[in-house]
């Protein structure tokens, strides 16, 4: 008795059937074996039937489940409490943006506002967070904390700009008033 090169034995001895190939018949014009409707006499074998939608696929295309058939993933699951970061970025980024104008005297008064509602949305972000319905605790503290400093140094930054023009005002009040004058006495002389 001669042993087989590859493959089982059966323990009597004797080499079992070899399996036979699947033989399905594919339906015409698809050489690649998918389903596909019966045609809809406009001689293709896969078109939409008529009054179907336009861009409905036909039943059983290209794999689809049949009608009344779930879906392959199912319906579409809400986004968990982790992915939903928005009140955090926004506070973030308007933390960031006032932060970047707060130096510019009288014009960062803008930043105060930006800070303010920066900080607002850091709050509604922190407050989600701790009830779970979302995510982003960092950028919600971080944005908050931006806000807060854009805030205040925005307010520093313009009380100094005040007390520096109101010290230096009469200084600047007489150079005006000499200037002034001079101007008046030159278009005096030039009549």
């Known amino acids: 008795m001669s042993t087989p090169p590859y493959g089982p034995q059966d323990p009597s001895g004797?080499?079992?059937e070899p399996p036979q190939p699947?033989?399905?018949p594919?339906?015409?014009g698809d050489p690649y074996g998918r389903p596909g409707p019966a045609p809809s006499g406009s001689g293709e074998p896969n078109a939409p039937q008529p009054g179907a939608p336009y861009g409905a696929q036909p039943p059983g295309y290209y794999g689809a489940p049949p009608p009344g058939q779930p879906g392959y993933y199912g319906p579409p699951q809400p986004r968990p409490a982790s992915e939903r970061k928005g009140f955090a970025i926004a506070a973030l980024v308007l933390g960031i943006v006032a932060l970047l104008g707060f130096w510019i005297p009288f014009l960062n008064l803008g930043s105060v506002v930006l800070g303010i509602v920066g900080l607002v949305l850091g709050i509604v972000a922190l407050v989600q967070i701790s009830k779970g319905t979302a995510g982003g605790r960092g950028m919600a503290i971080t944005g908050a904390a931006l806000s807060v400093a854009a805030i205040?140094?925005?307010i520093v930054v313009t009380v100094i700009a005040v007390t520096a023009f109101e010290n230096n005002a009469p200084f600047w009040e007489e150079e005006f008033q000499e200037e002034l004058q001079q101007q008046m006495d030159e278009m005096e002389q030039s009549y």
């Open 22 to 24: 699947h033989s399905a």
């Open 14 to 16: 004797q080499q079992p």
């Open 152 to 154: 205040v140094l925005s």
């Open 26 to 28: 594919t339906p015409p």
